[in-house]
């Protein structure tokens, strides 16, 4: 499996290792958030790689949600299990959950079908800022903190029509954000498509943090800073690459 890179397996844990976080991150999801640096003071683990995880270990089911519960640091010894028919929890030794996950419908295990919606999915991600979000935060006279974004995964969710399909594309249908103080509930509802023709809806809930008075300048300077980020990664994994 492609995600073989960026976990590891012993004694039936998993564990994942900054530096293999933040290669993810940038590598297939492209997402450049600073706290999935490996020297970042508050670094965690994408949301995006947990979900990869599952779905290569427990298949791809119809309906899913998933739940981030907390965030995981650095090499966390991880127990993926089930629990019941239709529950998976990500645990660490101390019983604490990271991710929980419900599911129900048929289960498909084709390893290409879960790749291939795996990729589109995480892609879909790495373009929430700033093509989603920015746009989103400007028409609501809002935004996070220049200092210090906090993008957050609160839970996303899936309903397919099937799981026998192929060249799974996923298009944003909706985004919405609801202002509460400080804090920012965003809504993102994607329509999944297959071979041209909607096979499922696709919903993301996120989190935003600090959220203050929008202001043009401040967020000029965020996403220049995004775009330095990106293009020191892209030079970076061509480096690591050797092309």
């Not at 995480?122 to 979000?133: D, E, I, Q, R």
């Not at 200092?147 to 397919?160: F, K, N």
Request: proline share 5%.
């Amino acid at each position: 499996m492609f995600l073989d890179r960026f976990h590891s397996v012993r004694d039936g844990r998993v564990t994942i290792s900054a530096l293999q976080a933040s290669q993810f991150a940038k590598e297939v999801a492209g997402d450049f958030n600073p706290i999935h640096d490996p020297d970042a003071r508050r670094f965690c683990v994408p949301g995006d790689l947990l979900f990869a995880v599952v779905l290569s270990r427990f298949g791809l089911s119809q309906n899913m949600t998933f739940r981030f519960c907390s965030l995981v640091g650095d090499g966390v010894s991880l127990l993926l299990e089930e629990k019941g028919e239709n529950c998976i929890e990500v645990c660490d030794a101390n019983g604490k959950v990271y991710l929980e996950v419900t599911r129900s419908g048929e289960i498909t295990r084709d390893e290409q079908f879960i790749e291939d919606f795996t990729r589109c999915y995480v892609a879909a991600s790495g373009k929430n800022f700033p093509h989603t979000l920015k746009p989103l935060m400007e028409s609501n006279g809002v935004m996070f903190n220049p200092d210090r974004p906090m993008v957050m995964y609160e839970s996303m969710s899936l309903a397919l029509d099937t799981v026998d399909a192929s060249s799974p594309e996923l298009e944003l249908s909706n985004a919405e954000l609801e202002a509460a103080g400080k804090r920012g509930n965003v809504t993102l509802e994607y329509q999944l498509k297959a071979d041209g023709k909607p096979v499922g809806e696709v919903t993301k809930r996120l989190v935003l943090g600090g959220l203050r008075p929008y202001s043009p300048d401040a967020m000029a300077a965020v996403i220049e800073e995004f775009y330095r980020l990106k293009a020191r990664g892209a030079n970076y994994g061509s480096e690591a690459t050797g092309s």
